[in-house]
Antibody, heavy 121, light 110 residues
């Protein structure tokens, strides 16, 4: 059974940094692209970043470009999101999402449970 | 302001057919597949329709998708109370080199 367990969400002050992790199991991790998608309280879904199966190709939403870095460790079956210069508008539940295929433009196939990031002073 | 446009709400009575629209542009829906996600209250989103009109295994055939130009439509027939959820469309955008979502449609079963 596929599983994606996101962790690392917590309360952080504006300007601070945080690293989210997503531990995967139940599928061949290295052949699937992965993404982070977030949802602010009471709001809709917003794509944040994607990474190809190999990790060679990464993509970012304009709202996080230059502040967030997506990466993966295929030897540990783990996805990461390094978040720097955090802002109040980054407050959201962050979902770890498995794609249908190797490339970042294949559709989101399976969503894990999210982890809540709260940015506030 | 979402790149893809959905009505914020829709409603129907049990047994009815409801349609939710999603409109975009030539850089996303016009040239790429569109996918639909269902978000039940308190749960993570789930894939409902992929590649415009394909259903993953386990999704009832009451759910169907269609596409016309730069708009797509999600139809739910034989509406049931458990269909009450938020529905989102999503597509890859070639101009942005990233994914775009609709703002979501809250479906209420009266």
């Amino acid at each position: 059974e596929e599983q994606l367990l996101a962790s690392g969400g917590t309360f952080v002050q504006p300007g601070g940094s945080l690293r989210l992790s997503c531990a995967a199991s139940g599928f061949t991790f290295r052949i699937y692209a992965l993404s982070w998608v977030r949802q602010a309280p009471g709001e809709g879904l917003e794509w944040v970043s994607s990474i190809s199966g190999s990790g060679d190709n990464t993509y970012y939403a304009d709202s996080v470009k230059g502040r967030f870095t997506i990466s993966r460790d295929n030897s540990k079956n783990t996805l990461y999101l390094q978040m720097n210069s955090l802002r109040a508008e980054d407050t959201a539940v962050y979902y770890c999402v498995k794609h249908e295929g190797f490339r970042g433009n294949s559709h989101f196939e399976y969503w894990g449970q999210g982890t809540l990031v709260t940015v506030s002073s | 302001q979402s790149v893809l446009t959905q009505p914020p709400s829709a409603s129907g009575t049990p047994g009815q057919r409801v349609t939710i629209s999603c409109s975009g542009s030539s850089s996303n829906i016009g040239i790429n597949y569109v996918h639909w996600y269902q978000e039940l209250p308190g749960t993570a989103p789930k894939l409902l329709i992929y590649a415009n009109n394909e259903r993953p295994s386990g999704v009832p055939d009451r759910f169907s998708g269609s596409k016309s130009g730069t708009s797509v439509f999600l139809a739910i027939s034989g509406l049931r109370s458990e269909d009450e959820a938020d529905y989102y469309c999503a597509a890859w955008d070639d101009s942005l080199s990233g994914w775009v979502f609709g703002g979501g449609t809250k479906l209420t079963v009266l």
